[in-house]
Structure formats: structure tokens, C-alpha cells
């Protein structure tokens, strides 16, 4: 993975030859007829009005028919079945079946700006080594996010790729956000999108930069208060203050993601969908190469690369209703001996950690 002062580079380069494509192809068609027409073409068949669901639900597009001061949003209740649950080894079987329910209320400002919040509550219906909880089917809040987007802020005439930032607000009300003192996070993106095969193939990459603000360096819990989920090793923890103990887990203090997606719309009522994600986490402290650390450590802030697979398949049979059947994958970027990166999209070194789940929603949009 790429250090910290190289992403930045990258990252800097490449928004800097976007924008300057954008502003300069703007200016050199400036005046000509065939140019004009071309584009209206490009803004009709790349228009917001025509994103399908199923492309909503993962970049957060808006959908449908937008206009000023309409509310909308996306309902989604899923169903999930870890990849644990079919090993064969019955000794490192490890069933999970879970369920989320998500609730992304939307308000259109107009054609191009929309705010849109999101909270999600799931739950384990089974109970195995790897739950999280410390109660059997605890529902699980996740945190609350404020997102204010500007679709197609900015569109490169000859191609019609569009250019869409967002900032998001993310408020602590899950478990963990509270565990670890999080005050909030703020992310500032972008996607860039287009819309090829006379619109029956969606492109998308996004970029997102969070920076989490924490209370403190590291998760630390206090002896008098009943956290529902609390993470401590044995004779591990320093005793900070008094009533206030250390945990040794480090918070993140910001984080880097890359995704890309690809959805073939068969037509009105069918997608497949191929998303890919990188994300970079690094921790508030430094720490030192030192005889103490792995032979694949490196000096510096602590840093976290985990990579997201999607293969979906969408059904909307009804303008407002639909399902979506799916393989996802949620996991450590390189293997736990740090020799090899893990197939993105099905994890195949260790089944029983459901890192791989397979799903099943049923959304509303509205």
C-alpha cells in the first residue's frame, strides 16, 4: 500500500488534472453549436433523473424524478449469511446470519443539491466466537450521518464524465463510537461518474477523506460506566486517571477510501453491479521501528488497510420497489503473515471469520 506522503501526492495530482480538464474543455467548446448539442445529449443521458436504485443505493445518487423541495430516500432491510456458517470443519464452523435495516431520509434542494441522512440498526441472530455483542440479539445502532451533496457539479463536455462532491457529518451513536470517545468525523469527497452503452453501463470512482476527532489517542473506558460493548485484555490496560482505564486499542484519527463500480443495466428492471473499495486508516500516534516490532513494520503513524468486494444483482420489478441478491466481502487487505493480498471479493484463507457474507434486501424508494 502506498505511504502517506505518496497518497497525498496522488491524491493532489490527480484532483488538480481533473479540475483543469474540466475548466479547459469547458472553455476550448465555448461557442460551438456541435459541441452544445452533444453535450445536452451527455447531461440528458448522464442526468440524476435516470440513476437507477440499485447505483443510489451504493454511490448515493439521487433517484428518480428530482425536484426542488421534494423529500424521498431509501429504505433497506437485508438479510446476511456469513460464509462461516458452510465450512466443514464442524470444529471451525462459525454460523452467522444477520439482519440491518437502513434508513437514508433524503431532501432535494433542487435538481443538483440534496441532504440525505443515514442510520442503520442491525442484529446477530446467531452467537459465535466472533459476535460482538454481550447480548444475544442486541440490535447494534451504527452512527448517524449528514451528507450535503452537489450532483454534477462539474462535466467534462467530450466525455460526459461528471464531477459530484459531498461532505458528510458523522455523529458518534453507535457502540463503538462511544467507546472510543468520538466526538464526530468529518469527510470531504467526490465521484466522478459516466454513463457509456447508450446508458446501460454506469462507471463510478470515489474518493473520501474522513478525519475522526477523539477524545482521546487510544479507547479508554471508565470504571463506572456500563458500556453494552467493551474490548479489554488482561493485565494489559494502563490506568490513566482515576476511574479511567486504557484499553490499548488505537483510534483511528483519519482515513483514506478508494472504490470503483461498474453496473451494467440490463434494462429498466435488472442491474448487475461490481463495486471495489480500498481503505487506509492511520492511527493519532507514532510509533518507532524498534526491536520490538515485526519484520514487516515500519516506522511512523499506525496504519490499517482493509479492501470491500460487492457482486450484486437488482430486481425492480415496481417504480418504487426492488430486491437485491448479492456476495460481499469486508477484509483485511494481505493475509495475516503480510506475504500476499487476499482476492478482494470472496475470502478464501479464513472462511470461518465471515469476513464474506451473502445477502438478500428488499428496498423501497421514494
Known amino acids: 500500500m502506498l505511504s502517506l506522503g505518496k497518497r497525498l501526492l496522488v491524491v493532489l495530482i490527480a484532483v488538480s488534472l481533473g479540475i483543469g480538464a474540466f475548466a479547459d474543455t469547458s472553455k476550448d467548446t465555448k461557442g460551438t453549436s ?147 470517545d468520538k466526538y464526530l468525523s468529518l469527510a470531504v469527497a467526490f465521484d466522478l461518474a459516466d454513463m457509456l452503452a447508450k446508458g446501460h453501463l454506469y462507471l463510478n470512482y470515489t474518493f473520501r477523506f474522513t478525519k475522526n476527532f477523539n477524545k482521546y489517542t487510544v479507547a479508554a473506558v471508565s470504571t463506572n460506566d456500563q458500556y453494552p460493548v467493551a474490548v479489554a485484555r ?5 490506568e490513566l486517571a482515576t476511574n479511567l482505564i486504557a484499553t490499548g486499542l488505537q483510534n483511528t484519527s483519519f482515513s483514506f477510501l478508494d472504490s470503483v463500480m461498474v453496473s451494467w443495466i440490463i434494462n429498466p428492471k435488472w442491474t448487475l453491479t461490481l463495486l471495489f473499495g480500498i481503505i487506509n486508516s492511520f492511527t493519532y500516534k507514532s510509533f518507532p521501528k524498534d526491536q520490538y516490532a515485526a519484520a514487516s513494520a515500519k516506522s511512523g503513524r499506525g496504519q490499517n488497510d482493509w479492501t470491500y468486494g460487492v457482486l450484486d444483482l437488482t430486481y425492480q420489478p415496481w417504480r418504487h420497489y426492488g430486491f437485491s441478491w448479492g456476495i460481499s466481502s469486508y477484509q483485511p487487505a494481505k493475509t495475516a503473515n503480510d506475504k500476499s493480498f487476499r482476492f478482494p471479493f470472496f475470502d478464501f484463507s479464513t472462511e470461518a ?13 421514494f
Open 34 to 180: 456541435t459541441t452544445k448539442s452533444a453535450q445536452k445529449t451527455k447531461n440528458k443521458k448522464n442526468s440524476g433523473e435516470e440513476t437507477p436504485t440499485s447505483v443510489a443505493m451504493q454511490t448515493g445518487a439521487p433517484t428518480g424524478k428530482v425536484t426542488n423541495g421534494r423529500f424521498g430516500g431509501i429504505i433497506t432491510f437485508e438479510q446476511s449469511l456469513g460464509l462461516g456458517t458452510f465450512v466443514a470443519d464442524k470444529y471451525a464452523r462459525n454460523p452467522y446470519y444477520g439482519m440491518l435495516l437502513s434508513l437514508r431520509p433524503r431532501y432535494y434542494i433542487n435538481k443538483k443539491m440534496m441532504l440525505e441522512l443515514r442510520f442503520d440498526i442491525q442484529t446477530e441472530l446467531t452467537s459465535s466466537y466472533t459476535t460482538s455483542t454481550t447480548k444475544k440479539h442486541q440490535f447494534m445502532p451504527s452512527d448517524t450521518y449528514l451528507t450535503f451533496r452537489y450532483s454534477s457539479l462539474l462535466r467534462e463536455p467530450h466525455t460526459g464524465i461528471t464531477f459530484s462532491p459531498y461532505v458528510r457529518l458523522g455523529f458518534p451513536s453507535s457502540y463503538e463510537s462511544r467507546f472510543r
Open 353 to 365: 471469520n465471515n469476513y464474506t457474507n451473502f445477502y438478500f434486501d428488499v428496498f423501497a424508494s
Open 234 to 238: 488482561f493485565k494489559g490496560n494502563e
